[in-house]
């Protein structure tokens, strides 16, 4: 239970299912806890007020350590690297489905739950029963695509109540309860940073090593900070916005955007308009790959997500290896980044992916 409003409805929803529920609250971050942009006092305290109120008991697990260790130690190097990884993706695999289900068991819990929108659906009989991972019924709100490195014995033994419902749904029942965090806002924020400059974060961790700016054609426009501190596709903060772009046929300027890293010469490549060559990408190589099922999926035609909120994408799946794989598409994709998830799914069951490079 993480203090918000998904979390509590979902608490709320299993012990009406005939659950014997106890709420769990993780703090997996601790390094500036007093800053203004952790909000874990106020984060337990809406937990504590909800578990009070539906009538369930609650313990506040520390996993700070754990998440050093197992996230943000990647994190790190997946920046230095110059790639820009998806820390929520590892969060799930590692701590809230590894590091929190231990703990569940040992307690001697059957399930643990979260407030995530996803389904889990058990398919076949005797020895050939397995789990699948399925998009959440809200397709707004579905969290698959984070979800997609759990396997089998975390899907046995984790139930998702909110994957059936609406999140207009989840807000009614919190309101109808008279929840404290009815109408709390959702956090949107990496899982440990929240919502802070995400730059003056990283920048604590990781030197600054300022480096050109230039164009397609090698005119420097501008300087970096770091080419950590940048994620394809980038528009703003690129700190060039008095620097004109082409001209459009309507006489305007186009918006200025980041496309390339070149590491060796610490030179950040940056094109005007949206629709750039350098911006689209027809394959991706993944490599890292993770698999639902335990075992890759045959090589084909399937969808794919290469960032969340993305619209899934018809794809051909080839060069399987054990944990590698190629993607390409039908249609060119925008801003394709190293580091971050390539997630396979055929129709509305989530297969698997692994790290773009």
């Known amino acids: 239970m993480s203090g918000g409003v998904d979390s509590s409805v979902a608490a709320w929803m299993l012990k009406q299912q005939g659950y014997d529920v106890l709420g769990l609250f993780m703090k997996n ?8 942009y952790c909000s874990t006092r106020q984060d337990l305290l809406d937990a504590v007020s909800v578990a009070d109120l539906i009538g369930i008991d609650l313990e506040a697990v520390n996993f700070a350590d754990e998440y050093k260790e197992r996230v943000f130690a990647d994190f790190l190097r997946e920046y230095s690297a110059g790639r820009t990884p998806n820390p929520d993706v590892l969060c799930n695999a590692e701590i809230k489905f590894k590091a929190f289900l231990d703990h569940a068991m040992t307690l001697g819990a059957d399930f643990i739950a979260t ?13 050939d029963t397995h789990y699948q991972l399925l998009k959440a019924v809200d397709a707004t709100k579905d969290q698959s695509y984070f979800l997609h490195r759990l396997v089998q014995h975390q899907l046995e033994q984790t139930l998702f109540p909110l994957g059936e419902i609406t999140k207009h749904k989840v807000r009614d029942i919190a309101r109808t309860l008279d929840l404290p965090n009815a109408t709390k806002k959702d956090s949107t924020g990496i899982c440990f940073i929240g919502e802070r400059p995400f730059r003056e974060f990283l920048n604590r961790y990781l030197p600054t090593q300022p480096g050109p700016i230039k164009t397609p054609e090698g005119q420097v426009i501008g300087k970096h900070h770091g080419l950590a501190f940048y994620t394809l596709g980038q528009r703003k903060g690129l700190g060039i916005g008095g620097v004109k772009g082409y001209q459009q046929p309507d006489g305007t300027a186009q918006a200025w955007y980041s496309a390339r890293k070149d590491l ?14 350098w911006l689209l990408s027809d394959a991706l190589q993944a490599q ?6 335990g075992v890759a999926p045959e090589p084909g035609r399937y969808s794919a997500k290469t960032r969340y909120r993305q619209a899934d994408a018809p794809c051909v799946l080839a060069n399987v290896q054990e944990q590698a794989f190629t993607l390409t598409f039908s249609e060119p994709q925008w ?11 055929d129709g509305d069951v989530c297969l698997g992916g692994g790290i773009i490079v």
Request: proline share 8%; glycine share 12%; aromatic share 10%.
């Open 29 to 36: 971050w601790e390094d500036d806890d007093d800053s203004e």
């Open 335 to 345: 801003a394709v980044t190293p580091g971050q998830s390539a997630v396979l799914y």
């Open 115 to 127: 407030g995530h929108y996803a389904r889990v659906r058990k398919v076949g009989e005797g020895g």
């Open 264 to 277: 060796p010469n610490n030179t950040l490549y940056v094109v005007p308009g949206h629709d750039h060559p």
């Open 288 to 293: 890292d790959a993770s698999w639902v099922r």
